[in-house]
């Protein structure tokens, strides 16, 4: 039998056991362009090398293997050492090992592995890399399954393995006698571990990837049967809340009434921790009343004082300059981006279990070695003392790249010698957990003509915090990178920010400033302010150069690639129809994790829509239809890549509309989701459309970030067409408290208790 | 301390806790019922939303004592009884269309949508946009538009 044109080889291995188990190296099949880059600088450098190609190579040396198994009752189970956050990438996953191995979807049980140091790099969940990182080695593993699969039926059969087939989940021979893969998985296992050199399946045989499909946690989700950690039933784990100070990151002065809160109804134990006073009481409805009831002297936080403005003006003094105007005319914009939440819906939460010599902690974490070191650090036990297991997150958006709550869990259950479920309250999520950090961009954008000469952009932001482990990936690539000696959060934003258009000598940089905030990488980091700013810019000179938005991109995309997805969304978002006044299109592109993205937003701007009534919410202008358009290259599931876009199109709407946080007096003032105004389903457009470009690539790109960027930009464009001025400042309703501030001591609200009062709200 | 006695999911309850300890953390933590979510502790998130004699509550804003022995308490866990199947019409339509991501939410999501059908069948009316727009649970994964296909689809099916 010839090889089919195209086929690659690889090297898997099968692993000695009593049922067949087969891996592959997790850092295998990946194409680096840092191996092909060229040592001279470049002007672009995501040409060369990006953010996701940076995270590939950290990981070549790493020997972790990933493995699957074949069980005796027909399943395959894989343990993913990945986070999954509502991404769907335990779906996509078990996608990749029913098409190499040819079993039924539903017989692939995919679940989260626990912290493995082995893995160094490699079991970070960041930087929309999953796919990208995980597409090939998945596939080996599974198709050395398939030939010891294949090897073991010939035995059985007396054939030749060539003279069999395996079809869902079935070895048939050619006399038509059958036998599942269960029967085989004793017989197939091996008692050595040894390599095993295998084809994968070519593109053109896909059954699997490439077919629209439903989450495989879909069931488990809608009857309420997911469980996420504080879902878990560990034995004496009882509810656990903190009192937290009124001011970000306080510390605990003194406590004035412990003795009288530790006789409360339901309480077994208070004590004073390095974040607060903990509560661990039979219920979390106890937990709160314990916490508002508390009477704690606080000390200062690291923010004291600092407001808004104040952080506005040191990130105005940290700006570097722009460097001298050119002679030619020039376009130029101040942006401002606010702190904004990036609670996920899940507040952070974990369980402890801290004994004598040993600790067991479960929370859903994406950097769970970098958690599992920093807790045995804290609790003075050796790293291999602490099991951290990894479960099911309820949304991330940056938050699960760190382990805070993993970390409290840990202090508070050592302190009491007891186990702990912690969960922080809203108000606490809110004002004390991470945010992304307040940013400016100033673009300026030269030209002549129809010709742009130059661009540059200068990105200043409050720090972001990237010590969850990506930093350390940084740290080891930073010298293999033709950029010079740089900063971490520089190398990060030049690998992740890339220009698209043919504008000519660019220059992007970024500074970053105050470090007393805690933030995080929220989705899509610096790309959403980033883009959001560049295509206002580029919305102004096409103004200028007399140039409809869609043509003049169209004209300075450097590649057909490019021009498609943008193309697409023009076509069918109906580009430059006629609109009533007050209402607009905006068009917005963006490029990342080896992707390419383009949005077509429609806004009504008309006092009518924007004054309509909402309860304890903010209306705003609405955006009324979003065609967004995604060539990521291969597309494994394209129904969970319409839903990632369809989220990062509904962060856009919030991010540019009605989500922001303020900071006053060193806190936040908002506490919930009253508060802070996340798109609801009166912001939702009720029209929207994602078209999924076809690629022709061999390689997947990233998508769990990627919706974010274009979508905000689209708003923002559409917001300055319909409105007839450019917005400078997002989100635009910031300069409007829409609320009254909860107070910060006690540090949580009440519990209210008329919910049976009022005929029934949805 | 008291005992209160109220039904959930079509079973006798009988919890031994204090009179103002929220439905939401007797179901939780006393019951073991998982499926309500806390996503705010003060019904503005509606994660939590579960059925109070067939009519959409927020547990974590209803003390125990609220509740009499004749009251039923329906969970995401106790819906599809409701309709007499595996899967209540409302969650088959949560299938058909996909929409769960990080799947915190949903099953607030979905109890509100079988709540709001109900209210808006009862009034002999077709679900509108303003009714979707009415629906106060945050998706913070953004899964709005495709909740809003399902619920047209159920509603055409409950």
């Known amino acids: 039998m010839s090889e089919p044109f195209g086929r690659r080889r690889f090297l898997g291995y099968v692993l000695a056991g009593p049922v067949l188990a087969t891996a592959a190296e997790l850092a295998l099949g990946r194409d680096t362009a840092a191996a092909q880059a060229p040592q001279v600088p470049s002007p672009e450098i995501t040409d060369l090398l990006d953010l996701n190609d940076m995270m590939t190579a950290a990981a070549l040396p790493t020997s972790g293997l990933i493995s699957v198994e074949v069980q005796p009752d027909g399943t395959v189970s894989f343990s993913l050492p990945r986070a999954e956050v509502g991404q769907g990438i335990t779906t996509s996953t078990a996608m990749l090992i029913a098409e190499e191995l040819s079993v039924p979807l539903d017989r692939v049980r995919v679940t989260l592995a626990d912290a493995r140091p082995e893995l160094l790099f490699n079991q970070l969940t960041g930087g929309s890399n999953t796919t990208i990182a995980t597409y090939t080695p998945i596939r080996v593993a599974a198709a050395v399954a398939r030939l010891r699969l294949l090897q073991a039926a010939a035995g059985e059969f007396g054939a030749a393995p060539a003279d069999l087939r395996l079809r869902d989940g079935i070895v048939l021979d050619r006399a038509g006698r059958s036998i599942a893969i269960g029967d085989l998985a004793v017989k197939a296992a091996s008692t050595r571990t040894e390599p095993v050199a295998v084809d994968l399946a070519p593109r053109e045989s896909f059954t699997v990837i490439g077919r629209p499909t439903n989450r495989v946690d879909a069931l488990a989700a809608v009857t309420g049967r997911k469980r996420f950690a504080m879902d878990l039933d560990v034995a004496g784990a009882k509810p656990t809340m903190v009192c937290r100070p009124p001011t970000i990151n306080g510390k605990v002065g003194s406590v004035a009434n412990l003795a009288e809160v530790r006789a409360m109804p339901g309480v077994t134990d208070v004590v004073v921790i390095s974040t607060g006073v903990a509560v661990r009481a039979d219920t979390f409805g106890q937990c709160i009343d314990a916490v508002r009831a508390l009477r704690v002297t606080w000390r200062p936080g690291t923010a004291e004082g600092k407001s808004d403005q104040s952080v506005r003006q040191s990130l105005a003094a940290a700006e570097i300059p722009l460097g001298l105007r050119p002679p030619t005319p020039v376009v130029e914009g101040l942006f401002t981006f606010q702190f904004r939440s990036n609670s996920a819906l899940e507040p952070n939460c974990a369980i402890a279990d801290v004994r004598a010599g040993r600790a067991e902690i479960w929370s859903a974490l994406k950097s769970p070695i970098v958690t599992k070191q920093a807790i045995a650090a804290k609790l003075g036990l050796p790293v291999s003392a602490v099991t951290v297991h990894v479960t099911e997150g309820g949304g991330s958006f940056g938050r699960k790249l760190f382990g805070d709550a993993a970390l409290e869990a840990a202090e508070v259950s050592q302190k009491l010698g007891k186990p702990v479920k912690l969960m922080w309250h809203r108000a606490d999520d809110s004002r004390q957990g991470r945010v992304h950090p307040m940013a400016t961009s100033r673009v300026r954008i030269s030209y002549l003509g129809g010709t742009v000469l130059s661009y540059t952009q200068r990105h200043t932001s409050v720090a972001t915090d990237l010590s969850h482990g990506l930093g350390e990936i940084i740290t080891a690539m930073a010298a293999r990178l033709p950029v010079g000696d740089i900063g971490f959060s520089e190398t990060f934003f030049q690998l992740s920010q890339q220009m698209s258009y043919n504008f000519g000598a660019n220059s992007r940089l970024l500074s970053e400033t105050d470090k007393s905030f805690n933030t995080g990488s929220m989705r899509n980091v610096y790309s959403p302010d980033v883009t959001c700013a560049r295509e206002l810019v580029v919305d102004q000179v096409a103004a200028r150069m007399g140039k409809d938005p869609y043509r003049f991109r169209r004209e300075f995309l450097r590649d057909a690639r490019c021009r498609a997805v943008l193309d697409a969304v023009a076509t069918a978002g109906g580009w430059g129809r006629s609109m009533p006044a007050g209402t607009a299109q905006g068009i917005a592109f963006h490029a990342e994790y080896k992707a390419v993205s383009a949005a077509l937003v429609e806004i009504d701007c008309r006092p009518a829509t924007v004054n309509r009534p909402i309860r304890d919410g903010v209306a705003g202008p609405r955006v009324t239809k979003v065609v967004f358009a995604v060539d990521v290259g291969l597309v494994v599931n394209p129904r969970g890549l319409e839903a990632q876009m369809m989220g990062g199109v509904m962060d856009g709407i919030a991010q540019a509309l009605t989500a922001g946080l303020h900071l006053r007096d060193g806190y936040f003032l908002e506490a919930s989701w009253d508060n802070y105004f996340y798109t609801r389903q009166w912001n939702t457009p009720p029209e929207l459309r994602v078209i999924i470009v076809p690629s022709t690539s061999e390689q997947p790109g990233g998508a769990g970030e990627l919706g974010v960027a274009a979508s905000m930009a689209a708003v923002a464009c559409a917001y300055g067409r319909a409105t007839g001025t450019m917005p400078t400042t997002f989100p635009i309703n910031h300069g409007t408290l829409s609320f009254t501030p909860k107070p910060t001591i006690p540090p949580v609200p009440p519990s209210p208790s008329d919910g049976l009062a009022h005929p029934w709200e949805p | ?158």
């Not at chain 2, 022995?69 to 329906?74: F, G, I, K």
């Open chain 2, 1 to 158: 301390m008291p005992e209160h006695t109220f039904r959930v999911n079509g079973e006798q309850v009988t919890v031994d806790v204090p009179d103002d300890v929220r439905l939401l953390w007797v179901l939780r933590d006393v019951l073991g019922i998982t499926g309500p979510k806390y996503g705010c502790g003060i019904s503005v998130c509606k994660a939590c939303t579960s059925h109070l004699n067939g009519k959409g509550i927020t547990p974590c804003a209803v003390p125990v004592k609220d509740l009499g022995p004749a009251d039923e308490v329906t969970t995401i866990e106790g819906l599809a009884a409701t309709a007499g199947g595996d899967l209540h019409p409302m969650q088959q339509a949560w299938l058909d269309h996909d929409v769960s991501q990080c799947g915190y939410c949903q099953p607030g999501q979905i109890m509100a949508a079988v709540a709001l059908v109900r209210r808006v069948a009862a009034e002999g009316r077709a679900i509108t946009d303003a009714d979707l727009d009415s629906l106060r649970n945050v998706c913070r994964c953004g899964t709005y538009p495709r909740i809003r296909q399902a619920i047209r689809a159920a509603a055409a099916n409950m």
